[in-house]
C-alpha cells in the first residue's frame, strides 16, 4: 500500500473516529442529563477497562508486558487527569450543550501549542503564538463576556479543553518512554479504578431502556479509541490531525437536530476563528516537523 493510500485510509478512519466521538457525547448528553455523572463514567470505564485487559492478554507479552512502564506515575497521572476531564465536559454538554461545549473545547489543540513549551521543552514560534491569540479571541466571540449574557458554566468547558490538552501533551511525554499499546492499558485501568472510586458513592437505578443506550456508549467508547489507534497506524498525525475539528460540525449537528440546541451567530464567528486558528498552528507544527 502506498504512502497517499495510507494517508487517504487514516483521513477516513479520523472521519469515523470524530462521528464516533460524536454521538458518544450525545449519548453522554443524554444520560448525564437523566442519571448523576459519576456512574455514567464508570460504567463506561468499567467496560472500556475490560475492553483494554482482553486487547492486552491477546498481544505478544500479555497484560505483564502492557503495564510494564517506564514512567508508570506519570501513566497513572495521565490515566486520571482523563477520567476527570471526561466528568467535566460531559458535565459541560449538559449545562451548555454540544453546540457550545464543543465550540470552547476546539481550543484544546491551541492550548497544545501554548502548553508545549512549558511541558516538553518544544519551541513555539511567534506565528503560532499569534494564531493562539487570535484562537482565544475566538473564544471570547464565543462567551460574549461584558455582555450580560456571559454563563459561567462555559468555564467548565475551558477547563475540561485545558486538561484535555494537558492530557495530550503528557500522552506525547511518556510515548518517549511506553509503546502505545502500555499507554492505552494505564490509561483504561487508571481510568476505571479513579471512576469507580467517585462513582460507587453516587449509584442510582437506571431504566431498561437506558441501559441500552448505557451499552451503546460503552461500545462507542472502546470502538473510537481503537479507530484512533488505527488512523494513526496507517497515516502521519500532522497529516490527519485537521479532521479531528469535524467532531465539532457532527457534535453540533446532533445537538440541533436532537437535542433542539440553537446554533447563535456569535457561536458560529467564535467557532470559525478559533478553527481556522487551529489549523494554522497544526500547519505551522508540520512545517516545524519537516525542517527539524
Excluded at 498525525?237 to 437535542?259: C, D, E, M, R
Aim: hydrophobic share 60%; glycine share 10%.
Amino acid at each position: 500500500m502506498s504512502a497517499r493510500q495510507n494517508t487517504t485510509l487514516g483521513v477516513w478512519l479520523m472521519i469515523a473516529v470524530t462521528f464516533v466521538f460524536a454521538m458518544q457525547d450525545g449519548i453522554s448528553r443524554h444520560l448525564a442529563g437523566e442519571y448523576n455523572v459519576f456512574i455514567v463514567v464508570m460504567i463506561r470505564y468499567w467496560f472500556f477497562a475490560t475492553f483494554v485487559i482482553v486487547l492486552a492478554s491477546r498481544m505478544a507479552g500479555g497484560l505483564k508486558n502492557a503495564a510494564r512502564s517506564g514512567t508508570t506515575k506519570m501513566q497513572i497521572f495521565r490515566g486520571a487527569l482523563l477520567s476527570l476531564e471526561i466528568f467535566v465536559a460531559i458535565m459541560s454538554f449538559v449545562l451548555l450543550g454540544l453546540v457550545e461545549a464543543h465550540a470552547v473545547f476546539a481550543t484544546y489543540p491551541l492550548l497544545i501549542a501554548a502548553l508545549s513549551g512549558p511541558v516538553l521543552g518544544e519551541k513555539v514560534g511567534w506565528r503560532r503564538w499569534v494564531a493562539i491569540g487570535i484562537g482565544f479571541v475566538g473564544v471570547l466571540v464565543i462567551l460574549e463576556p461584558g455582555f450580560g449574557v456571559f454563563r459561567t458554566e462555559a468555564l467548565m468547558s475551558v477547563l475540561a479543553a485545558f486538561m484535555f490538552a494537558l492530557y495530550g501533551l503528557l500522552t506525547r511525554y511518556v510515548a518517549r518512554y511506553d509503546s502505545a499499546a502500555v499507554s492505552f492499558f494505564w490509561t483504561g485501568v487508571t481510568g476505571a479504578v479513579v471512576t469507580t472510586a467517585v462513582g460507587v458513592w453516587f449509584w442510582e437505578p437506571m431504566s431498561a431502556g437506558d441501559w441500552g443506550w448505557m451499552g451503546l456508549l460503552c461500545i462507542t467508547s472502546a470502538s473510537s479509541h481503537f479507530l484512533l489507534i488505527k488512523a494513526y497506524e496507517v497515516a502521519e498525525a500532522n497529516a490527519i490531525q485537521p479532521f479531528a475539528y469535524l467532531q465539532l460540525v457532527f457534535a453540533s449537528v446532533i445537538g440541533i437536530t436532537i437535542f433542539g440546541e440553537t446554533l447563535r451567530p456569535n457561536v458560529a464567528v467564535g467557532a470559525a476563528i478559533v478553527v481556522c486558528a487551529g489549523l494554522f498552528t497544526l500547519w505551522r507544527a508540520r512545517i516545524a516537523a519537516q525542517r527539524g
